[in-house]
């Protein structure tokens, strides 16, 4: 059984740039999270999608968005890039909601603003 | 406060002690309570999930719930170096999100 995969893996932007990070969830599960890690602050939730609806967001700005498709597959995306948006980003897949049961995580995808 | 607060150690135990892991956190609705073990440039696992009061044993692992107190702890018997990782405690705060302790990194010495 595949696991969660996340696209790409390492990515280098400059400030301003936007960027788009990919999430494919395991199959069969519905809900897929996003959270940012740095050293300092651990993880931070993002947002959840579940069936292609928003199913909660997490404190930070509107720069951050994401979407859901039917198949459940899911996208971030980060405008106007900050050096403070370096980090690694990691989706989370599940069968039912994030707060049921247990998150599957991909490997992450590693954004590095210069 | 913050929502989940973890010791962020490092936290170093001999290989075949008991290593014990705390955690305190905000919200006293709260139901479900989870450990995520994390190794150094891995992805978070879940070893442990916890819903009541009192303690939960899996194999070596022994998770400890306090409701009252707003506490939750680990505790890792016959500590292997294989134990050694970032554990990351982890709430439903106000049964909507998954929150996250920071984590504390556990080394254990051969």
């Known amino acids: 059984k595949a696991g969660v995969t996340q696209t790409p893996r390492y990515l280098i932007k400059t400030r301003g740039q936007q960027v788009t990070l990919s999430c494919s969830p395991i199959s069969g599960h519905r809900s897929v999270s996003w959270y940012q890690q740095t050293p300092g602050q651990g993880l931070q939730f993002l947002f959840e999608?579940?069936?292609?609806?928003?199913?909660n967001k997490g404190n930070f700005p509107g720069r951050f968005s994401g979407r859901q498709f039917s198949n459940s597959r899911s996208e971030m995306n980060v405008s106007t890039l900050e050096l403070g948006d370096s980090a690694l980003y990691l989706c989370?897949?599940?069968?039912?909601?994030?707060?049921?049961?247990?998150?599957?995580f991909g490997e992450g995808s590693r954004l590095t603003v210069l | 406060q913050k929502e989940v607060e973890q010791n962020s150690g490092p936290l170093s135990v001999p290989e075949g002690a008991i290593a014990s892991l705390n955690c305190t956190y905000s919200d006293r609705g709260s139901q479900s309570f989870f450990w995520y073990r994390q190794y150094s440039g891995k992805s978070p696992e879940l070893i442990m999930f916890?819903?009541?009061?009192g303690d939960k044993e899996d194999g070596r692992f022994t998770a400890q719930l306090n409701k009252a107190s707003q506490y939750v702890s680990l505790l890792i018997r016959d500590s292997q170096p294989s134990d050694s990782a970032t554990y990351l405690c982890v709430n439903n705060f106000g049964n909507e999100k998954l929150t996250f302790g920071t984590g504390t990194r556990l080394t254990i010495i051969p």
């Open positions: 916890i819903y009541s009061n």
């Open positions: 989370a897949s599940s069968v039912g909601t994030s707060n049921t049961g247990e998150l599957f």
């Open positions: 999608y579940f069936s292609e609806t928003q199913r």
